[in-house]
């Protein structure tokens, strides 16, 4: 062990400073990479265990982990617990099974502990406490929702239903972000479908600044129903703008082009009932015929009687008949019956301007300045632009659509740039080959003040290394090689190829070696 050291001394010695550097440099780098591999492995990697939790919570939570002896870490000022990972989903199980984190209030675990004696009262109350903690529970599951507070009243029963009173409930909410109008919804709904007989407009959410998210009342609704058809129309004009533009766009040129839509709606809901007579289409439904026939015999003014008993006979009495014949037929008309209910929003008119860029043309005076000189767009074309927009926006003529599409030159940036006319002779040169002509500059210079001088010191390292090889000789005297041999002003014995050769005689390997060195460089 001790002979490895030395060696190690040995070879530093004979290195030159540079050299020694650079190896130390090497080796603080191998070092510090396997301390860096070596304390990655070690280290422990903390996940979070909960997030959010009130100061009951996370106060209980810890003594638990203090009880199991096991490390973690406080984090978010002490709503937030991390524990190593590979314990992480055992601890949750563990303190699910322990009902940790319990959250803030109480839930139905109320009920867990029935004491005797018990008034009716106190259990309706705890029924109420139970529901406020579930329901704030419930709402501490969206994301958005930091902290959550659920205050439900109970009216009392009557047995009069004219002063019976419905229940009502208000939701405080801490929040992480700001929370969309849709999950505010959402959160009435929760709570009004989880008390009995609570109605959504009996609800009230406000979050901790003091700002209404919702408040139940009749102008809070038509408020929300406002926002909604408002954000209904405006995504139906996007969607119809961004169609026409990305046509126009890659016809004319992406920022050459301005489209506005505007639509008019109809929120109001409609219900119509029709009914439709075809007086053609005639069938027979039913039919009833009476024939009806009498005779009728005159008689004179003498009646047969007991004393008159022949008066029927009188030779001029006169018979009279009367035929009668009824036909009623009843027929059933053809009807349609149509009940049509509008749809909420229903597009009543679309109005589509666009205005196009035209082209430009770039002019040279006589002193050689550039201008751009504008060039509006043919009839032809902006009569198929208008075509394009039509088809584009769905055009209907029943709805009076109005489209308009006209050609305006655009105001240009200060910082605009003309176009260049094509360049000759040497100016056509320099602008295809000047900026190749300037890389290779730049790799020129480098080449000669970087790399050259760094060649130049690497081999002058080598040359002193096979210096040192040819030391002194058995009478001290020093070899240079590839040069006269001087020592003191005195002429040194032998030449240099001479004293190569017997050097090369007493040590076959070293000069071997040297050699080799040569021949790489080469």
């Not at 000022?77 to 991390?82: D, T, V």
């Not at 705890?126 to 009216?155: K, S, W």
């Not at 809901?269 to 009728?296: C, I, M, T, Y």
């Amino acid at each position: 062990m001790f002979q490895f050291f030395q060696q190690i001394r040995d070879v530093l010695a004979k290195m030159p400073l540079s050299r020694k550097i650079a190896v130390g440099a090497l080796l603080f780098v191998v070092i510090s990479l396997f301390a860096g591999i070596i304390f990655w492995s070690n280290m422990v990697e903390y996940r979070s265990l909960y997030r959010g939790l009130s100061p009951e919570d996370a106060s209980q939570v810890v003594t638990r982990l203090k009880e199991l002896k096991i490390p973690y870490k406080l984090e978010s000022g002490g709503s937030g617990i991390s524990v190593p990972a590979d314990k992480l989903y055992d601890l949750r199980l563990s303190m699910a099974s322990e009902g940790l984190p319990k959250g803030s209030g109480v839930g139905f675990e109320i009920f867990n502990k029935t004491e005797f004696g018990t008034t009716e009262f106190v259990q309706k109350l705890n029924f109420q406490r139970a529901l406020q903690g579930e329901l704030a529970r419930t709402i501490r599951e969206i994301e958005e929702v930091r902290d959550a507070r659920v205050l439900i009243v109970m009216p009392k029963d009557s047995v009069f239903v004219e002063e019976s009173k419905p229940p009502s409930a208000s939701v405080l909410l801490k929040l992480r972000k700001t929370l969309p109008q849709s999950q505010v919804e959402a959160i009435v709904h929760l709570v009004a479908s989880s008390v009995e007989d609570l109605t959504p407009d009996r609800v009230t959410v406000v979050d901790s600044r003091g700002k209404i998210l919702s408040s139940g009342t009749p102008e809070d609704a038509d408020k929300q129903l406002l926002n909604s058809q408002l954000s209904y129309k405006l995504a139906y004009e996007r969607n119809v703008t961004q169609r026409i533009q990305s046509m126009l766009e890659r016809i004319v040129g992406q920022g050459k082009c301005i489209v506005r839509v505007t639509v008019d709606m109809d929120f109001s809901r409609v219900d119509v009932s029709e009914e439709l007579f075809d007086p053609d289409g005639q069938v027979v439904r039913s039919r009833q015929n009476v024939a009806e026939k009498s005779d009728k015999t005159n008689v004179g003014p003498d009646k047969i009687s007991s004393v008159n008993p022949l008066a029927d006979l009188d030779p001029n009495r006169k018979t009279e008949s009367k035929q009668r014949n009824d036909d009623t037929v009843n027929y059933e008309i053809s009807r349609t019956t149509r009940r049509t209910t509008r749809p909420l929003g229903e597009v009543m008119r679309i109005s589509v301007a666009a205005v196009l860029d035209g082209t430009y043309t770039t002019e040279i005076s006589e002193d050689g300045t550039r201008s751009r000189k504008y060039v509006p767009r043919s009839a032809e074309e902006m009569k198929l632009f208008t075509t394009i927009v039509r088809q584009a926006m769905g055009y209907s003529s029943d709805r009076e659509d109005q489209v308009s599409v006209e050609s305006m030159p655009f105001t240009m940036d200060d910082d605009w740039e003309l176009e260049q006319p094509p360049a000759k002779g040497v100016d056509k040169l320099v602008d295809d080959y000047g900026k190749l002509g300037l890389n290779l500059l730049a790799i020129l210079l480098v080449f000669l003040f970087v790399v050259r001088p760094l060649i130049r010191t690497l081999r002058e390292v080598n040359q002193q290394e096979e210096d040192d090889i040819f030391d002194e000789d058995d009478d001290g005297v020093t070899v240079s090689i590839g040069g006269d041999a001087q020592a003191d002003g005195v002429l040194r014995d032998g030449t240099p190829q001479e004293r190569a050769m017997r050097l090369v005689r007493e040590d076959v390997d070293k000069a071997a070696n040297i050699i080799k060195g040569w021949l790489g460089e080469e």
